[in-house]
């Protein structure tokens, strides 16, 4: 019998495998916080040929999360902490040609699963530790959601806080409207070094278009982020210069193994 897995460590019956086979069904509880910091800084973390929009603009934001396997449907309750994470972003919204999306390539989480499933695929992940306010409507403390009330998130990595973001609500957006999002494309680099002579590097661009995106209980909101130093991070220079928008919202989606090489590096060298 030959081993098995989606993912390392394969086995002979590849259940030992870290990550389940795509599709992911994806859900997540999220602030966001959308800001300008200028193209010419933009431009220094995209990777070539993805280009900054709209004064370069960058978004963090803080979710509580929830995946459902397509290969393990009942692991909500066989393992649920094999289902469920909190997850922190910084990232760009920007251009591949005439194709708008986003590029997260700093991202912190809490599951080691999620580490790995996000570099197979080409984000940056990285273990953190990551909280955002938990607002339930039956708390006598706390009642609905509503003008006013407030949800911070935060990261910290290494004894480094990182990421300090929060939201006010001002507005409950209709339902079919929309958070920003540039489209459902997510540009990815997959980027795996050499390790040996005989051994070719892996450095290609995707794009991924999510299936299925549903955004639902959004809420426009005032916001405001502050990034933190560390001397394993670069996000100092990412400071907001002009906050664009700032939003509460509910969102589920489709993560598949269908992403579409737009450049190969290895083979087509960076672009001019």
């Not at 394993?232 to 939003?247: F, H, M, R, S, W």
Request: hydrophobic residues 35%.
């Amino acid at each position: 019998m030959k081993l098995q897995g989606y993912s390392a460590p394969l086995s002979p019956r590849g259940t030992a495998s870290l990550v389940e086979p795509t599709p992911h069904h994806i859900s997540a509880e999220a602030i966001q916080v959308i800001f300008r910091v200028g193209e010419d800084v933009v431009a220094r973390y995209l990777p070539p040929p993805l280009e900054p929009i709209e004064g370069g603009l960058v978004y963090a934001y803080v979710a509580d999360m929830t995946k459902v396997s397509a290969h393990a449907p009942d692991q909500m309750y066989s393992n649920p902490e094999r289902t469920q994470y909190k997850e922190g972003i910084v990232g760009f919204f920007c251009r591949y040609g005439d194709r708008t999306g986003r590029y997260s390539p700093y991202i912190w989480i809490n599951q080691d699963w999620s580490l790995l499933f996000g570099h197979i695929m080409g984000w940056g992940k990285k273990i953190g530790r990551v909280h955002l306010t938990k607002w339930h409507e039956f708390n006598p403390g706390m009642g609905p959601l509503r003008p006013g009330v407030k949800l911070r998130g935060v990261v910290d990595r290494h004894g480094y806080r990182l990421l300090d973001m929060g939201v006010e609500l001002v507005e409950r957006l209709p339902d079919g409207a929309s958070v920003p999002s540039y489209g459902n494309n997510v540009f990815l680099l997959r980027w795996f070094p050499s390790t040996g002579p005989q051994v070719k590097p892996v450095q290609q661009l995707l794009a991924l278009n999510l299936k299925g995106v549903r955004t639902v209980d959004a809420w426009k909101c005032n916001g405001h982020v502050v990034l933190g130093d560390s001397d394993n991070e670069e996000l100092t220079d990412l400071q907001p210069k002009e906050i664009v928008g700032a939003y509460y919202f509910k969102r589920g989606w489709t993560t598949d193994g269908v992403a579409e090489l737009l450049w190969d590096y290895t083979e087509q060298g960076w672009p001019a």
